[in-house]
């Protein structure tokens, strides 16, 4: 029977393990990390907070949505799906995160769009008491999708827009 034995510098490893520590970390600051949007962490568990999310955007909303429902992400993209979670990326969200599950849909109803003839309104999508998504939608025969951000150039009231993408109640099932 042949028996070995090592002495281990306790240091090394000591290094070797802190540098193993700060590499992944590293990694994920760089690639998991980015928490950069103003949106990506807003606490939204009660109505008072919702309010103040889409005002902290400039709209001027009702204080009462005028719809709350639970709404189901589909497990399976589509073009639809595709082309409105193209719209919730351009604001740092990403719905297929989120496949397969079942969301609460809060909608307000927007009263400073501009030369609006038709009822404008914000849909926000809620995981867990974080927003997930949403948009502003122009119910008019040539309203548009929008994300949440003012134009550029608006301080009060948004300014026209080009189409954005699809409703977002075709985005559920």
């Known amino acids: 029977m042949l028996v070995m034995t090592a002495k281990v510098d306790k240091k090394k490893i000591a290094i070797i393990v802190t540098a ?5 970390a590293g990694l994920f600051l760089l690639f998991g990390g980015d928490d950069s949007t103003p949106t990506a962490s807003t606490n939204v568990s009660n109505n008072d907070a919702r ?3 889409l005002k902290s955007f400039g709209w001027d909303v009702t204080t009462t ?16 799906f595709d082309r409105y979670n193209a719209l919730q990326k351009s604001q740092g969200y990403d719905l297929s995160a989120y496949a397969g599950k079942t969301v609460m849909r809060y909608v307000y109803k927007i009263n400073n769009y501009p030369n609006a003839t038709e009822p404008v ?6 995981y867990k ?6 948009d502003v939608t122009d119910t008019s025969a040539k309203g548009v999708v929008r994300g949440f951000q003012m134009p550029q150039g608006s301080t009060s009231v948004p300014g026209p827009s080009t189409p954005a993408t699809t409703a977002p109640s075709s985005v559920t099932e």
Do not use: D, H, K, M
């Open 121 to 126: 309104y914000a849909t926000l999508l809620v």
């Open 51 to 53: 309010v103040a999310f």
């Open 20 to 24: 193993v520590i700060v590499a992944i």
């Open 129 to 134: 008491n974080q927003i997930i998504g949403g």
């Open 65 to 80: 949505p005028t719809e709350s429902s639970q709404v189901r992400i589909p497990s399976e993209a589509s073009e639809v």
